[in-house]
């Protein structure tokens, strides 16, 4: 079994930072795409941040020189650093990971349960 487990959500004023972290537990032989996605209330879910496995960056324009995703494979953790924070940036944050959790299981994607963003302007 597998289980993600954010954290570093909160309120922050606009112009603001915060720093979420997504950590992978359980059985895991590796981790190939790590990722960050969000959804704010009425809309949909959308592409925050992702980091392959080799350290290649994918981010929106929404974010792009903002935000920055990195990741820490010794300790199977994602870490999204925000900064310059917008009131639009509030939503719901969700860290995603593509894993292989033995040489004889195929790749499947997992998702951590949330945690709230809310920027004040």
């Known amino acids: 079994q597998v289980q993600l487990v954010e954290s570093g959500g909160g309120l922050v004023q606009a112009g603001g930072s915060l720093r979420l972290s997504c950590a992978a537990s359980g059985t895991i032989f590796s981790i190939n795409t790590m990722g960050w996605y969000r959804q704010a209330p009425g809309k949909q879910r959308e592409l925050v941040a992702t980091?392959?496995?080799?350290?290649?960056?994918n981010y929106p324009n929404s974010v792009r020189g903002r935000f920055t995703i990195t990741r820490d494979n010794a300790k199977n953790t994602v870490y999204l650093q925000m900064n310059s924070l917008k009131p639009e940036d509030t939503a719901i944050y969700y860290c995603?990971?593509?894993?292989?959790?033995?040489?004889?299981?195929?790749?499947?994607?997992?998702w951590g349960q949330g945690t709230q963003v809310t920027v004040s302007s």
């Open positions: 995603n990971m593509f894993i292989k959790r033995s040489t004889l299981t195929a790749i499947q994607g997992y």
């Open positions: 980091i392959s496995m080799g350290g290649t960056t």
